[in-house]
C-alpha cells in the first residue's frame, strides 16, 4: 500500500529535520527511529533550507505543517511532565476556540445572507421591489405588511404570471 505525501507535508518533513539538525542531540534521539526514517523517506528532496539559527523560531516563516509536527513532538517525546503537556493542551484547545470564533463570525448566517439589510427593507415594499436582485431569493415576511400592501403584491405578482405566460407563449 502506497502512501500518497502531498507537496506542503513533503516541505513540513524538509522543513522539520532542517529545525531538528540544529536541535540538540538528546532531544532528537528520543523520537523513534521508525518515525526518522518517515521523515526522511517523504522529505522533499528538492527543499531549499533558510532556517536561521540564531533566530527563535517564531521569527522565521515556518510553515503551518512543520508547527504542528514540532508540537506533536514535543507534546509525545519531549515533555518532562504532565504539567507540561496539559499546558500544551490547553494552549491548542484554546486556540481552537478561537479559530473556531473566528470562523462562526465570518461565516455568519447574518453576513452570508445580510440579513440586516433584508430585515430593514422588508419593511417597506418598494424597497424590497427596488432592490430585488439583492433578495430575489430570500424569504420575505408578508405578514407584517398593512392589507393594502398585500393586496398590491398579489395584484402585481397576478400580473407578473399573467404576462409571463403571454411571453412565453409567443
Given amino acids: 500500500m502506497a502512501t500518497a505525501v502531498t507537496q506542503e507535508e513533503a516541505f513540513a518533513y524538509a522543513e522539520l529535520l532542517e529545525i531538528l539538525s540544529f536541535t540538540e542531540e538528546s532531544a532528537v534521539n528520543k523520537i523513534p527511529k521508525k518515525l526518522m526514517s518517515v521523515f526522511q523517506k517523504y522529505a522533499l528532496s528538492t527543499y531549499e533550507k533558510h532556517i536561521n539559527p540564531s533566530l527563535s523560531l517564531q521569527e522565521q516563516n515556518i510553515s503551518e505543517k512543520t508547527t504542528?509536527?514540532?508540537?506533536?513532538?514535543?507534546?509525545?517525546?519531549?515533555?518532562?511532565?504532565?504539567?507540561?503537556?496539559?499546558?500544551?493542551?490547553?494552549?491548542?484547545?484554546?486556540?481552537?476556540?478561537?479559530?473556531?470564533?473566528?470562523?462562526?463570525?465570518?461565516?455568519?448566517?447574518?453576513?452570508?445572507?445580510?440579513?440586516?439589510?433584508?430585515?430593514?427593507?422588508?419593511?417597506?415594499?418598494?424597497?424590497?421591489?427596488?432592490?430585488?436582485s439583492d433578495t430575489a431569493n430570500l424569504p420575505v415576511d408578508y405578514n407584517s405588511f398593512p392589507w393594502y400592501k398585500k393586496a398590491f403584491i398579489m395584484f402585481k405578482n397576478l400580473l407578473f404570471k399573467i404576462f409571463n405566460k403571454k411571453k412565453d407563449s409567443t
Fill in 68 to 132: 504542528a509536527l514540532l508540537v506533536l513532538l514535543t507534546l509525545n517525546y519531549w515533555c518532562e511532565s504532565e504539567e507540561q503537556k496539559s499546558q500544551i493542551k490547553n494552549r491548542l484547545r484554546e486556540n481552537e476556540i478561537r479559530k473556531t470564533k473566528e470562523l462562526k463570525e465570518k461565516y455568519s448566517y447574518e453576513k452570508l445572507f445580510n440579513t440586516a439589510k433584508v430585515a430593514d427593507r422588508s419593511t417597506e415594499t418598494e424597497d424590497v421591489y427596488e432592490n430585488s
